[in-house]
């Protein structure tokens, strides 16, 4: 067991199944304590099972459940990190088609259900500073047929990118990241919904990423670790890919950081928007 993140508590949602999974038991591994949020109290005890090191929580909790994350936040001696994992796909097909309840219910848990989980846990971080990672994953691209998904994640980066200005100064970092095609039970979704609501090119692309075993969920959880670390202090505000970007590579990660536009969502041609602070 490594110690990059030792004497650090962070808290994971969705660390039931999946990629929060995987990410918790990389954290733990870094000597991370570990406060496991997720619906299924079975699984998460099971979870804690498999974390290294003592002291890890587990907490059965909706993120749509604004009570439960004040409890939480009340319950907590000190909070150094969120890792805010838990998401849906939402309801599949065009828009036109899709059901408009299941479409808010995303929202819900994507987008506000991470909300109540940064404001709770920002409660004990402005004491002292820390990192926050949102899941961005599926909000850099269109996806035809997952509208509820797409909007939902891509809110989430930007939220990322303003949160990070507007917590500079108390020392509370915040990225989004996307972790890549996981082989998790989110594809289920897309399995059911066919291809003729998915669409035939994802359907099939999905089909051949399951079989194949999908991108390792642990290289997402890698990424996680180190914007939780002391060696990710220099980044904050940025949208970047566990699968695509060398962000292990240190010159790689300067040259990026060096261009503040650089892994954002933003739009740049030099005409309509060129950096962050000029005049639109």
């Known amino acids: 067991m490594t110690s990059a993140l030792s004497g650090r508590t962070v808290v994971v949602t969705g660390a039931s199944r999946g990629i929060g999974r995987a990410t918790a038991k990389t954290l733990a591994s870094q000597g991370a304590t570990v406060l496991a949020v997720a ?13 290294d090191g003592t002291g890890h929580r587990a907490i059965e909790l909706d ?17 150094d990190g969120l890792v805010a994992a838990a998401g849906i796909y939402g309801p599949i097909g065009r828009l036109h088609t899709v059901d408009l309840a299941a479409f808010r219910d995303a929202f819900e848990v994507n987008f506000f259900g991470t909300i109540l989980a940064v404001r ?7 004491e002292h500073g820390g990192s926050i990672v949102l899941f961005g994953g599926g909000g850099s691209e269109p996806l035809p047929g997952y509208d509820a998904y797409v909007t939902s994640k891509s809110a989430l ?6 949160l990070a200005a507007e917590l500079a100064a108390d020392g509370v970092r915040v990225n989004a990241i996307a ?7 989110i594809h289920r979704a897309t399995l059911e919904a066919g291809p003729d609501r998915s669409g035939a090119d994802f359907h099939a692309r999905t089909v051949k990423a399951l079989a194949d075993g999908g991108f390792p969920a642990e290289e997402a959880g890698e990424l996680v670790a180190f914007l939780l670390s002391d060696a990710g202090t220099s980044v904050t505000g940025k949208f970047l890919s566990a699968r695509w970007d060398d962000w292990r590579d240190d010159a790689w990660r300067s040259a990026q950081l060096q261009q503040r536009d650089s892994l ?3 739009r740049v041609d030099g005409t309509m928007f060129s950096a962050v602070g000029d005049q639109r």
């Open 39 to 51: 619906r299924n109290e079975a699984l998460l005890h099971d979870l804690l099972r498999e974390l």
């Open 63 to 79: 993120v749509r459940d604004e009570d439960g994350w004040q409890k939480l936040s009340d319950s907590a001696d000190r909070i």
């Open 120 to 126: 709770s846990c920002l409660r004990r971080m402005i």
């Open 157 to 162: 980066v930007r939220l990322a990118e303003n």
């Open 179 to 185: 972790p890549g095609f996981v082989a998790t039970d």
């Open 264 to 266: 954002t969502m933003r």
